[in-house]
């Protein structure tokens, strides 16, 4: 088993002014970091750790993903820490490498995901370290209900943050013919599994095209967030080392006809100005102890608060409707 074709497509969607996704589509390695943090500060993040994957030197196994993935946070953590302008920046990260031997280990932080897509059925290879996905692991929110959460985009890890990080990696079968899909939330959140798996199943015989698909689904359900996508397959043959000639086909477009798309008849949305406010879908990070802390703290208070709020309000209307009628009692007396 071997390498065979891959492709890349990034774009910033349809509300973005900038991209803060970067990947590494340099086979037999494969990464996407998506940034986050005020100004520019997100590009900064994952272009940082992007350039940490490419700097690398060909190693293996999971020990060495994890060790590519700990120098990335380093370099992240170290400009934020040295450079007040990119305080608090952070990224995901999450990456692919296929072995010599035909195997793939991946290791990651955070919620960009990998997907593998085998026969007809695609599936979910990474878990994702975020709020919802640590409340859907424990049972106590519906995969159906994380896809609407109001705050699917909180991630409980991030490289950058701190000075360490806690790296998943492991090490995943393969078959000849496995298609495997790296991506951003940009297309995870606007786009249901159904769909995606639909559009590697048609869209295999032209990776190329199918990156653009998928891209192009991220847009038309809103294109809220920057969107990125790597596609790779595996394929009958024993020849490491050299991956197939045609790996090296994939592009990386900027500005076309996926962000505006003459048959959707939408105009784009006017620039952003400098100041707006920061997006709800904007990515933060909370580690999960808080998390519970919160949600600890929310189901016992939140109730109560309520209804206190509610009786003090009909107590004040009570105590003004007695007021005037007390006035106006009064004045009918003299
Ligand atoms: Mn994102």
């Not at 820490?81 to 195997?103: C, F, H, K, Q, W």
């Not at 999960?288 to 209804?307: C, K, L, N, S, T």
């Amino acid at each position: 088993m071997k390498l065979g074709r891959s492709a890349a497509r990034t774009d910033p969607g349809r509300k973005r002014r900038g991209n803060e996704d970067s990947f590494v589509c340099r086979p037999p390695l494969f990464a996407i970091a998506d940034g986050m943090g005020g100004a520019r500060a997100g590009e900064v993040a994952s272009a940082l750790a992007a350039g940490a994957l490419e700097d690398s030197n060909h190693g293996s196994g999971e020990r060495y993903l994890s060790e590519l993935i700990q120098e990335a946070n380093r370099r992240v953590h170290e400009r934020a820490s040295t450079d007040a302008s990119t305080s608090g920046m952070g990224t995901t990260m999450t990456v692919a490498l296929v072995e010599s031997d035909g195997s793939l280990t991946i290791g990651h932080v955070g919620d960009s995901r990998a997907y593998r897509l085998r026969g007809d059925r695609l599936e979910q290879l990474t878990d994702d370290h975020s709020l919802v996905g640590e409340l859907v692991r424990r049972g106590e929110l519906s995969p159906e209900a994380a896809e609407a959460h109001p705050q699917r985009s909180v991630i409980t890890r991030a490289l950058g943050t701190d000075a360490d990080v806690d790296v998943d990696t492991f090490s995943v079968e393969t078959e000849a013919g496995d298609l495997y899909l790296i991506c951003s939330d940009g297309l995870s959140d606007m786009v249901d599994r159904e769909t995606i798996e639909r559009i590697l199943r048609d869209g295999r015989p032209d990776l190329d095209g199918a990156a653009r698909a998928l891209v192009q689904a991220a847009n038309r359900a809103g294109g809220e967030d920057n969107i990125t996508a790597i596609l790779f397959e595996l394929v009958e043959g024993d020849a490491p080392g050299e991956p197939d000639e045609r790996t090296r086909e994939f592009t990386v477009p900027h500005d076309d006809e996926d962000t505006l798309h003459p048959e959707d008849g939408v105009l784009p949305p006017p620039p952003l100005e400098e100041a707006e406010p920061a997006a709800a879908v904007d990515t933060m990070v909370v580690p999960a102890e808080e998390i519970d802390a919160a949600m600890a703290a929310q189901a016992d208070e939140a109730p109560q608060a309520g209804i206190g709020r509610r009786l003090l309000a009909l107590l004040v209307i009570a105590a003004l409707i007695a007021v005037i009628v007390a006035l106006v009692l009064w004045g009918l007396a003299r």
